[in-house]
């Protein structure tokens, strides 16, 4: 498992079944900072989109998670779901974002 700011990253042992592409490469939106996690490279990965997670397919030898705020995070080939962190308070829960 991976983190980098709020976002998570784990292996995942396939996209289910009725995800969605996404026709980008941004695993989360910076709401605060405006800064994205996301994927550097435009070629070798494949986002899919699946209730309040994404799936992060990666068909090349590696690609490199970043953020303006954060370390980068190389990830080998494989597929992931990436979530973002959530926080309680008795009003509601809510994503956290950076």
């Known amino acids: 498992m991976w983190r980098q700011g709020d976002a998570y ?8 079944a009725g995800a ?8 989360a939106e910076g709401e ?6 996301r994927v550097a490279e435009a070629v070798g990965s494949a986002l899919y989109a699946h209730g309040a997670s994404l799936y992060l397919v ?3 030898e ?3 998670v970043v953020h303006d705020e954060h370390g980068p995070i190389p990830l080998p080939r494989g597929t992931y779901r990436v979530w ?15």
Do not use: F, K, N
């Open 20 to 27: 969605r592409p996404l026709p980008h490469r941004t695993l």
């Open 84 to 98: 973002q962190q959530r926080e309680y308070s008795p009003e509601a829960i809510r994503t956290v974002r950076d």
């Open 58 to 60: 990666v068909s090349a």
């Open 9 to 16: 990253i784990a292996t995942a042992a396939e996209v289910p």
């Open 62 to 64: 590696r690609v490199t």
């Open 32 to 37: 605060m900072t405006g800064h994205s996690h």
